[in-house]
Nanobody, 122 residues
Framework: VQLQASGGGLVQAGGSLRVSCAAS????????MGWFRQAPGKEREFVAA????????NYADSVKGRFTISRDNAKNAVVLQMNSLKPEDTAVYYC????????????????WGRGTQVTVSS
């Protein structure tokens, strides 16, 4: 499955951004989807994940209550809505897909898209 993330940008602290991931190539609805991020000098970290059906989701503690992951299997898309953004949310955001249940481990995702930069100014 091929993934393409988009929608990043620059926003002030407290603002909102919506990043999207478009999938192609295989049956999108068979895959759990995740969002990860990597800030300069830091390791890639888990942000959020959603099951193939959309009925289950998981969030990193650092974004819980501020970020919402959703998917539209008819459109082969997954979206991460980010509200109340903080400067520490600044990173490159990556979407990823895995066959099976959701996971918080980047090692368990076989497919990755190119990232999209999110910058939150203070």
């Amino acid at each position: 499955v091929q993934l393409q993330a988009s929608g990043g940008g620059l926003v002030q602290a407290g603002g909102s951004l919506r990043v999207s991931c478009a999938a192609s190539g295989r049956t999108f609805s068979n895959y759990a989807m995740g969002w990860f991020r990597q800030a300069p000098g830091k390791e890639r970290e888990f942000v959020a994940a959603i099951s193939w059906s959309g009925h289950s989701s998981n969030y990193a503690d650092s974004v819980k209550g501020r970020f919402t992951i959703s998917r539209d299997n008819a459109k082969n898309a997954v979206v991460l809505q980010m509200n109340s953004l903080k400067p520490e949310d600044t990173a490159v955001y990556y979407c990823a897909a895995r066959w099976d249940t959701i996971s918080t481990s980047s090692y368990e995702y076989a497919y990755w898209g190119r990232g999209t930069q999110v910058t939150v100014s203070s």
